[in-house]
């Protein structure tokens, strides 16, 4: 069975860092592709960043501010990696992150201004 854990979400202000993980389990990591999802109140789910773990290869959704959100993997550890910099209000959202059909439970990240 595969099982996605998102995790490290939180509550920081304007300007501040948080790194989000999504912990993988039931497939060999670098075979598939990740990526990181969120829904912010009143809109539909926005892809932010997929990561194909295999070759490293990245794609980030059109409405990302190049720089501030980065994704990883680490393929020893199973995991990837969201790192977000210079949060703003904007990026308040409930985060998910998927591999094929299966989704992780959210992790919520709050931004105040």
């Known amino acids: 069975e595969v099982q996605l854990q998102a995790s490290g979400g939180g509550s920081v202000q304007t300007g501040g860092s948080l790194r989000l993980s999504c912990r993988v389990s039931g497939v060999t990591l670098d075979d598939y592709a990740i990526g990181w999802w969120r829904r912010a109140p009143g809109t539909e789910r926005e892809l932010v960043s997929c990561?194909?773990?295999?070759?490293?290869?990245?794609?980030y959704g059109g409405s990302v501010e190049p720089g501030r959100l980065t994704i990883s993997s680490d393929n020893a550890e199973n995991t990837v990696y969201l790192q977000m910099s210079s949060l703003k209000p904007e990026d308040t959202a409930v985060y998910y992150c998927?591999?094929?059909?299966?989704w992780g439970q959210g992790t919520l990240v709050t931004v105040s201004s």
């Open positions: 998927r591999t094929m059909r299966y």
């Open positions: 990561i194909n773990a295999g070759d490293g290869e990245t794609y």
